[in-house]
Each structure stands twice: as C-alpha cells, then as structure tokens.
Nanobody, 119 residues
C-alpha cells in the first residue's frame, strides 16, 4: 500500500525557517522523481521543487530558488524540504508527490502539512 505522510508544518513569522518531512511507504523514493507541491487558500496547485532519482539534482520554482532546499534520505525512504527566509506568500498546504516535475497530475501524493507565515 502506497502512503505519503507529511509533517513539520507550523505557523512562523516572516523570515523564519521550517523543515518539512515526508515519509513514504509502498515504493522506493530513490527510484522516482519526487516533488514538493503546495496549495494556497483559494488557489490552484503549485509545483515547488523536485529531486531526480539516482542523484541529488534538484529543481525549484523561481519564487523559492535560493530559499528552499529539497533532499532525500534513501535509507529512511524520506523526503525533506528545508524552507528558509519564509514569506507570507509561502503560506499553503504542502504535500509530497510522485511524478514528473510540474505535472498536471501526480501518481501519488500525501494529505499535506500546513505552513502559515504571518506576523
């Protein structure tokens, strides 16, 4: 059974940092392109970051480039998203997902963890 479970979301002030985690069961994260996506209230799904299978190469949407870092722990079958210098516009429900970067639809995704950036 495939499961993706995110954690680490919280409310933080602008400029703060958070580290999101995604534990995966049912498949090997290192064998697939994995993504972080987010959905802000009243908006559509936005692709945030992706990591390549078999390497540590990552890609980011322009708005988070230089602030967010995606990583993968193959031994634990987990994904991470280190988020620094958070801005109010980063407020969203963040989910991990399997599939091509910026896809219209992903193969598997989790329920998400809420990140709220507010003073």
């Amino acid at each position: 059974q495939v499961q993706l479970v995110e954690s680490g979301g919280d409310m933080v002030q602008p400029g703060g940092s958070l580290r999101l985690s995604c534990v995966v069961s049912g498949f090997t994260v290192g064998a697939h392109v994995m993504n972080w996506v987010r959905q802000a209230p009243g908006k559509g799904l936005e692709w945030v970051a992706a990591i390549n299978p078999g390497s540590d190469r990552t890609w980011y949407t322009e708005s988070v480039q230089g602030r967010f870092i995606m990583s993968r722990d193959d031994a634990k079958n987990m994904l991470y998203l280190q988020m620094n210098d958070l801005k109010p516009e980063d407020t969203a429900l963040y989910s991990c997902a399997r599939g091509p970067p910026a896809a219209a639809r992903y193969e598997y995704w989790g329920q998400g963890t809420q990140v709220t950036v507010s003073s």
